[in-house]
């Protein structure tokens, strides 16, 4: 059955600016700016501008706790569970630090995973496994399976694949880690607010996403979900002012971690990227995560089917319960193509090989229909 040209979210469509100008389809690289989140960094500069430094202690210092706070509700978790830094990089770095590699040397991910990843390990002295992936979509959880072993340390990898857009069990790879004594890290950058998350439900140790994309907070905002029981007597040995238990004793001899997840932090938080988190999550909570998944989901369907109806074949996971919005249409060229659907009006993106198109819920079927019509004449 094809998508309808409404659906139950369509009036989140004003919230967004861009959606005037443009027909919007690039969400996995961008979200779009709400009109929440600009009002929310009007109101911060206009804070900046009349007080100056005193908004540390009025209002500022709140903004930070209120986001660890509404972050760990939107993921299932408890506050002290909640660490913030302004990179997934930055996340990895303090994580990797904190880990004993010298008996458990192993880390696994996959060749599927943002290259972040392997990235952060690839200079360390560990021994990196990067599964394969037999199709180009998915890892086998059987891949896991045979790679985890008692010398693991770490099995890190994606909730969703950039890659394909396939969702993961995260929970059977939470658990094959854990029964070898190993650590779960879950790159939740595609997962949160396109899907709904329960990080303490997977059972994960760690999960980190931002605001960059599904979760329409921009730039420079990312989160860690450090499990409390299994991952807050961790030392990191890259730390941060904002990981001392008495930050403001500024004691050059003494340091003490936090006792919750703020020990995974590093340096001051950027407030911009903070408020404008804020403004995201203000139109995630009140769209609602299962609302959200419902729309995206049946946007996705109706666009595959689209396209497959127009002769193309998308790189897409084999079922609807294991797809993201993310649809990867095959392309000899994909940036000349993403350069000339730019030109009649719809924005995607290039990937090797295919142009990359990442429907929301603040998008109709109109918006895909038309895209797939322009991609048949470039």
């Not at 206009?46 to 706790?65: C, H, I, K, M, P």
């Not at 074949?313 to 996971?317: G, M």
């Given at each position: 059955?094809?998508?309808?040209?409404?659906?139950?979210?369509?009036?989140?469509?004003?919230?967004?600016?861009?959606?005037?100008?443009?027909?919007?389809?690039?969400?996995?690289?961008?979200?779009?700016?709400?009109?929440?989140?600009?009002?929310?960094?009007?109101a911060?500069?206009?804070?900046?501008?009349?007080?100056?430094?005193?908004?540390?202690?009025?209002?500022?210092?709140?903004?930070?706790?209120?986001?660890?706070?509404?972050?760990?509700?939107?993921?299932?978790?408890?506050?002290?569970?909640?660490?913030?830094?302004?990179?997934?990089?930055?996340?990895?770095?303090?994580?990797?630090?904190?880990?004993?590699?010298?008996?458990?040397?192993r880390?696994?991910?996959?060749?599927?995973?943002?290259?972040?990843?392997?990235?952060?390990?690839?200079?360390?002295?560990?021994?990196?496994?990067?599964?394969?992936?037999?199709?180009?979509?998915?890892?086998?959880?059987?891949?896991?399976?045979?790679?985890?072993?008692?010398?693991?340390a770490?099995?890190?990898?994606?909730?969703?694949?950039?890659?394909?857009?396939?969702?993961?069990?995260?929970?059977?790879i939470?658990?094959?880690?854990?029964?070898?004594?190993?650590?779960?890290?879950?790159?939740?950058?595609?997962?949160?607010?396109?899907?709904?998350?329960?990080?303490?439900?997977?059972?994960?140790?760690?999960?980190?996403?931002?605001?960059?994309?599904?979760?329409?907070?921009?730039?420079?905002?990312?989160?860690?979900?450090?499990?409390?029981?299994?991952?807050?007597?961790?030392?990191?040995?890259?730390?941060?002012?904002?990981?001392?238990?008495?930050?403001?004793?500024?004691?050059?001899?003494?340091?003490?971690?936090?006792?919750?997840?703020?020990?995974?932090?590093?340096?001051?938080?950027?407030?911009?990227?903070?408020?404008?988190?804020?403004?995201?999550?203000?139109?995630?909570?009140?769209a609602?995560?299962?609302?959200?998944?419902?729309?995206?989901?049946?946007?996705?369907?109706?666009?595959?089917?689209?396209?497959?109806?127009?002769?193309l074949?998308?790189?897409?996971?084999a079922?609807?319960?294991?797809?993201?919005?993310?649809?990867?249409?095959?392309?000899?060229?994909?940036?000349?193509?993403?350069?000339?659907?730019?030109?009649?009006?719809?924005?995607?993106?290039?990937?090797?090989?295919?142009?990359?198109?990442?429907?929301?819920?603040?998008?109709?079927?109109?918006?895909?229909?038309?895209?797939?019509?322009?991609?048949?004449?470039?």
């Open positions: 059955m094809a998508a309808p040209l409404s659906h139950p979210l369509v009036r989140w469509r004003s919230e967004f600016p861009i959606l005037e100008r443009t027909n919007y389809l690039n969400s996995c690289s961008l979200g779009a700016l709400s009109r929440a989140s600009r009002r929310r960094i009007d911060h500069l206009d804070q900046w501008e009349l007080r100056g430094a005193a908004n540390w202690y009025e209002t500022w210092w709140g903004d930070l706790a209120e986001l660890r706070s509404r972050l760990a509700t939107l993921v299932g978790a408890g506050a002290n569970e909640i660490a913030l830094h302004p990179s997934m990089s930055s996340i990895l770095g303090v994580v990797a630090s904190a880990l004993d590699t010298r008996t458990r040397r880390v696994v991910t996959t060749a599927l995973d943002f290259p972040t990843v392997p990235y952060q390990w690839l200079p360390r002295d560990v021994e990196l496994v990067i599964l394969e992936s037999p199709d180009g979509i998915t890892v086998p959880i059987e891949s896991f399976e045979a790679a985890v072993n008692d010398r693991t770490l099995v890190i990898t994606s909730h969703v694949y950039f890659t394909s857009g396939a969702i993961q069990d995260i929970a059977a939470a658990e094959i880690a854990s029964r070898h004594g190993a650590l779960s890290f879950i790159d939740g950058y595609h997962g949160v607010g396109q899907l709904p998350v329960k990080v303490r439900n997977a059972g994960v140790d760690f999960y980190a996403s931002g605001g960059l994309k599904w979760m329409l907070g921009g730039t420079g905002i990312t989160f860690l979900y450090a499990r409390a029981e299994t991952t807050h007597g961790l030392v990191p040995q890259s730390s941060g002012w904002f990981a001392h238990h008495d930050q403001f004793a500024f004691d050059p001899h003494h340091f003490a971690l936090h006792d919750d997840a703020r020990r995974f932090e590093a340096g001051t938080p950027p407030l911009l990227p903070v408020v404008t988190q804020l403004g995201g999550l203000d139109v995630l909570e009140a609602g995560a299962e609302a959200i998944r419902a729309v995206t989901s049946t946007l996705t369907e109706d666009l595959i089917d689209s396209a497959r109806a127009i002769g074949t998308p790189k897409v996971a079922t609807p319960d294991t797809r993201s919005a993310i649809v990867m249409l095959p392309s000899a060229d994909p940036r000349r193509d993403v350069a000339r659907l730019a030109e009649a009006g719809c924005i995607v993106d290039a990937r090797p090989g295919h142009v990359r198109v990442s429907p929301y819920f603040y998008n109709v079927a109109d918006d895909h229909r038309a895209m797939l019509e322009a991609f048949r004449n470039v």
